[in-house]
């Protein structure tokens, strides 16, 4: 089953690693990410995924 991911990842696992903190303001992939809404990614992958099966990981 496809998994859908409700909101950016503020921290990464129970370490309290904020990703926000630790990438550079001026990084292109943060202007990308303004710039490109990646929501298309799920129609565009669905039918590769099944429907019984453990939730994957968000595909964009």
């Known amino acids: 089953m496809m998994g859908v991911q409700?909101?950016?990842q503020g921290s990464?696992?129970?370490?309290?690693?904020n990703l926000d903190k630790r990438i550079r303001k001026d990084h292109p992939l943060r202007k990308i990410t303004e710039l490109i809404d990646f929501n298309?990614?799920?129609?565009?992958v669905r039918e590769h995924y099944g429907s019984t099966s453990n939730v994957s990981v968000p595909p964009p």
């Open 40 to 44: 298309f990614v799920y129609a565009e």
């Open 12 to 17: 990464l696992f129970s370490m309290g690693i």
């Open 6 to 8: 409700q909101e950016q």
